[in-house]
């Protein structure tokens, strides 16, 4: 302990508790430049996200502040508690940048180790992110930090961060391309007709592939609660969400569909989300039709919008690919970290 982590004080971070959200919220504008160029934090999203958590997910938020600072949020931890997993995700470890290098971090991720055990899960994961070969530069300190805790980068792929400016290039200069026969064009908002939220989660949940089991996942109730419980976290952030779907008209099933988001406070950005062709309906260009598509509803609705970014898999080089023909730049990677609950190499 020195003098910087003497004076820490750690509380949980309550959706009601206005004064400690809008400190919580500055921390985060202060930190925004850490990525350069990327959206900067969405107050309504973020206070969202303290009422609204993802799909089969509990979040324990905290903050810490600090007795020589004014008693002020000088850090925060946002831990991600999936149910049934033996893990528990880090989706905010963040200290403020005037007080990096004194051990707050360290002390942060202790109580995230604590808090794990306590939810008796083993292993604590993070992402960090790094500079892609040849891209933009980015802080090294995040791997450093890892690597000092005692995490370990972890062996899944990491993901590829691309983003589209489109001032720099408009993949729609020459149009959306024709469907191709035998299949036809659906759009929707953010609430998923009915008609399709069983085919948008299986979707979702097998990525298109032909060996998933559908009749075991057919059961309409636990089909749907994906889409229907990812909408809910959406709209309780104020999130609005665009999509497009291709039908294959034979068989009268959705083949595909593709997701954009945006939050309500930055006009300029949106955030390209899942996009998935079954693995039967390959092999027609749907992917990038879905996508270019989908980029004209959404500027249709959206007109402000000029920044639109990605991420993928690091081996999914199809999706990459098609990102990369539609003018996506490569920004950087997002590598996993996991460490054992109880070797955290705190001092
Ligand atoms: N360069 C090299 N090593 C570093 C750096 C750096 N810039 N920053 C931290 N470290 C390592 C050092 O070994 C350090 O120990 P030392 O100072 O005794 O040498 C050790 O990490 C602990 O450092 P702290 O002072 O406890 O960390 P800090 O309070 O500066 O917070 C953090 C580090 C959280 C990464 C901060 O830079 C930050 O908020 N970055 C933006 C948010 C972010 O990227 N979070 C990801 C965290 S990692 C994860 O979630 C798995």
Known sequence: MNDSTRGLRFSPLAADDE?????????????????????????ADMTGSLRFPPPATKLEDWVVRHEGRGDRVVGALRLALPDGADVARVDQLLVHPELRRRGIGRALYGRAAELAAGHGRSVLSGTVVEALPGGPERDTAPAAFAAAVGARRAAAPAGVHQWLDLGVHDPLASGVPDVPPGYGLVTWGTITPDAYAVPVSMLEQSLGDESFDEDAAADREVATSYAREFETMRVGRGRKAYHTGVVHEASGRLAGYTSVS???????????????VHRAHRGHRLGTLLKLANLAYVLRHEPAVRLIETANAEDNTAMIAVNADLGFAPADRWTTWTGLVGTTGSD
């Open 19 to 43: 004064t400690t959200v809008r400190q919580w919220l500055t921390l985060l504008d202060d930190a925004a430049g850490d990525v350069p160029g990327a959206a900067p934090p969405c107050a």
């Open 262 to 276: 945006k939050t309500t406070g930055n006009p300029a950005y949106a955030l390209q989300g899942m996009t998935v």
